[in-house]
């Protein structure tokens, strides 16, 4: 069993090995406790397939509490030790100002603020050696003040912990007499790198959220016990890996992003079983879209990202975490998202979002702004008796009002047109986002298929997809529950990183060698402790590297075994290959740094396949289920279109567009000029029609189709 909690909507999918099915269940995420709508959609599932929660062996979950307590800034009351001198580096951050020409630009507040943020008396070198000993009795003393005010969490990051985390340790252990309720996070622990601004900041992340994290898993479990659940309980990490419950409590700063990772996970998994070497994977629910970049049947990972924006979608006006995470971007554009006309009397959607509640119009919860579900729904993509499968019929006048009133009266046009313009600069600025993504990765977006899932993605992806200039698109089986999907796809894994600072030509091998071993047997051990065979266990290594005298570093693979100074060549050749991809040259004569080493530890990964009940072969007319209007631009107008039933096309059986094909908790629109088909594994597969994009002005155009 696979549990997403999303911003809107919660997703469930159970997968019976036994009896060959499988069972799709979505329900409205509850707040502010997610627990009573996680325990509605399992007992729900387990209800629909008539079998006991104990017979559930494996439950993988993801969610958004951890990210959210940080957007919301309800965790605990958190505290800082830093070395003297050090407290406010929180607050200086970094020199670079993520808007340039903004004199009111606004930087995250720091979890910990000024009065809670201490200098501590100690110091170590660069080199790990100690310049000023530890002061215990000023760290207990401090401990038992922090304790007595009702602080609840400490995050420590001292100068240098990664070289050398003695500090660190001791402070824990002073803790445990001290201050014993008082929960700690060490940023020797936490992220071990160098880069002090960066490691404070994911620590205090981690402590900042640990205390919601664990009572919400205390909550989840017990309930789930209550209810009969005997087998293993992993978490989903924003890395694309498995972890139990208690790393999750220890380290809840690695489930930040753990339902995103899921759905980029189904789309690698779809992949691989498919052989399409490139996809984009489009994940559209309620509130964002999400894009990742999938090549040779692997997400990308990326060494960080940011948090808690002030400016939601400006890179740099967040809080940094340094965990491995799957590298996606996320745009404020869901069936949530919220259009309105500007000052200049443009449409812009998003990145306000009606939510769940009180959602969008035609919900009929009380929302009056219009939203992308309220333009689909009137363009005739959506059978108002048939989301959710009818269990959450649509209301299709609340959304009419709503689109009139403020988009098209005050743009003086119709309310289809007004709709039109909702639903197509929506996808502008996903394809936008998403050419961008790809291009700076050194990459075509023409040679990617788009993956759509989500419960809008499949609605959206063939106008994303011809913006793009995408081949195809694929959509699985239960893709509005695709994140879950994708969760049932992952291999138990833990990453691990040791700051290391040192030119590659000088390094210290014997030394590199050691702790790479000890990355390696701590790994194997989490790994056994969740089930995990020796043997089945992969080890992978890497190091960040960068030019001397650059800021930023690339992350390259090196190779397994014992190290030497004979393995430099390799890793030199696997950097300069990256950074050729990256920026399209290298600096010749320049000298190399390393900066961090990182081990993984992966367990087997599932080659899953969801696979419904298939239906028998017969012609495209026998799953049709009727027609309706639809609207797809000015140029082919309202057309009577016809509508199939996802569930009665078999494998084999072509559609021409334009269509649309139903199933429960997603909706496929195929353009006209389209052609969608059923593959062996039940994706349906839409080809787009190729076509050539203008020149732009002053240039030439390179013929290809786009």
Known sequence: MGVDI???????????????????????????????????????????????????????????????????????????????????????RREQRYDMYDVLLEAPDPLAPRYLRFDIEERMTADGEVAVPLDREQVAGLLRRLEQRGVQALAVCLLHSYRNPAHELAIADIARDAAPALRISLSSRVAPEIKEYERASTTLCNAYVQAKVDDYLTRLERELVRSGFRGAFYLMQSSGGLVTTATARQFPVRILESGPAGGALAAANAGRLTGRNRLLSFDM?????????????????????????????????????????????????????????????????????????????????????????????????????????????????????????????????????????????????????????????????????????????????????????????????????????????????????????????????????GFLGEMEMQGRDLLAGAGVAGAAIDVRRACDIRYEGQGSDVTVPIPPGMLSAGHVADIQHAFEQRYRELYGRTVPASGLEVVNWRVTVRGPQPAFRVSPAAPRRGPASAAQKGSRPAYFGDAHGLIDTAVFDRYQLAAGTAVEGPAIIEERESTIVVGPGGRAWVDESLNVVVDLPPRLTEAPAGGEHDGRPT
């Open 285 to 513: 629910g309620g509130t964002t879209a999400k894009l990742a970049a999938i090549n040779d049947g692997e997400p990308l990972v990326a060494p960080g990202f940011e948090v808690a924006r002030v400016y939601r979608f400006a890179r740099g006006s967040g809080l940094p975490v340094r965990i491995p995470v799957i590298e996606m971007i996320e745009i404020g554009a869901g069936g949530g998202s919220i259009a309105r006309v500007d000052q200049l009397g443009l449409i812009r959607v998003g990145p306000e979002s009606a939510g769940a509640q009180p959602g969008p119009a035609c919900y009929g919860r009380g929302g009056t702004s219009p939203t992308v579900t309220d333009a689909d729904l009137l363009l005739g993509y959506l059978d108002p008796a048939y989301f959710l499968g009818g269990h959450m019929p649509l209301a299709t006048e609340p959304a009419r009002r709503a689109v009139a009133e403020h988009i098209a009266r005050p743009l003086g046009m119709d309310v289809v047109h007004a709709a039109w313009g909702i639903h197509r600069i929506v996808n502008e600025n996903m394809a936008n986002a998403a050419r961008v993504h790809l291009v700076e990765r050194g990459t075509d977006p023409r040679e990617y298929a788009v993956f759509a899932f989500g419960g809008a993605g499949p609605v959206h992806a063939y106008g994303v997809a011809a913006l793009l200039g995408a081949p195809a698109i694929v959509v699985p089986p239960g893709a509005g529950v695709a994140s879950a999907v994708g969760f049932l796809t992952a291999a138990p894994a833990f990453e691990f990183v040791h700051g290391w600072y040192t030119r590659l030509h000088a390094v210290d091998w014997t030394r590199v060698n």
């Open 6 to 92: 999303g911003g809107t909507f919660t997703d469930l999918l159970l997968v019976d090995d036994r009896a060959k099915r499988i069972v799709i269940e979505k329900g409205l995420t509850t707040y502010p406790d997610p627990t009573e709508g996680v325990m509605a959609v399992v007992l729900q599932a387990t209800k629909r397939a008539e079998m006991p929660l104990g017979d559930i062996e494996v439950l993988v979950h993801g969610t958004t509490l951890a990210i959210n307590t940080l957007i919301e800034r309800t965790g605990s009351s958190t505290a800082l030790f830093a070395t003297r001198g050090h407290r406010d580096a929180i607050e200086i």
